[in-house]
């Protein structure tokens, strides 16, 4: 019974946040994308981190293509998502290039070919340093409710069994009006708990 209240209230806040992300000014994600990004940049996580997963992003999400770029420019490993019915891999991508080229979904979205044989964070022995997580609602303490379908939290836990001593961080790239309260966003015990979420403001 409790299940079923709190699947009501994260489906009806995840309804209300893309509502008010469908609403938002283009030039208004443009301005927080950049200053998002900017303070990434500079962050020691990111300075640090060899392997990073980047989620590429949709037109009403913070822009990540500017971020991809520089990690490309700044010669990071980056692997970014790529599904197949309820499965989700994280494999390489080797320059801007190859991001344009990608083939789009349904969504609208780009992405790798599932099939395509590309480097496997799961199977290339070494794994993710840093994940840069999507999602519609965040806490400020690291809160995180997905789109629904458990791809991220499902994969983290993976990634944790596969590389039991590998120190991972989890970083949210947020814009100002996907942040809600704790009240709002309850953490269960099965959430992943981000490590930081980073907004313009």
């Known amino acids: 019974m409790a299940a079923t209240i709190q699947n009501t209230v994260k489906a009806a806040l995840r309804k209300r946040i893309k509502d008010t992300l469908k609403c938002l000014d283009p ?11 900017a ?6 996580v990111f300075r640090q981190a060899q392997r990073v997963s980047i989620y590429l992003s949709t037109s009403t999400e913070l822009d990540t293509n500017e971020l991809l770029s520089e ?14 019915g309820n499965k989700m891999k994280m494999v390489r991508l080797r320059c801007m290039e190859e991001y344009q080229n ?3 979904t349904k969504w609208n979205i780009k992405q790798p070919d599932f099939k395509e044989q590309r480097e496997d964070a799961m199977t290339n022995g070494h794994g993710i340093d840093l994940f840069l997580v999507p999602g519609v609602a965040f ?17 983290l836990r993976q990634h944790a069994e596969k590389y039991p001593q590998k120190k991972i961080s989890l970083m949210a790239l947020a814009l ?13 015990s099965h959430d992943i708990r981000l490590h930081s979420v980073v907004t313009e403001c």
Do not use: C, W
């Not at 100002?176 to 269960?188: A, F, K, R």
């Open 176 to 188: 100002n009006e996907q942040i809600v309260s704790n009240e709002e966003l309850p953490m269960e």
């Open 139 to 155: 806490t400020r303490s690291g809160g995180r409710m997905g789109h629904g379908m458990g791809y991220y939290d499902t994969f």
């Open 39 to 44: 303070k990434v940049l500079v962050s020691d």
């Open 102 to 104: 990608l083939p789009v």
């Open 27 to 37: 030039e208004n994600i443009v301005r927080q994308s950049q200053a998002v990004t």
């Open 71 to 84: 990690m490309f420019r700044l010669e990071k490993m980056v692997f970014v998502p790529t599904y197949e």
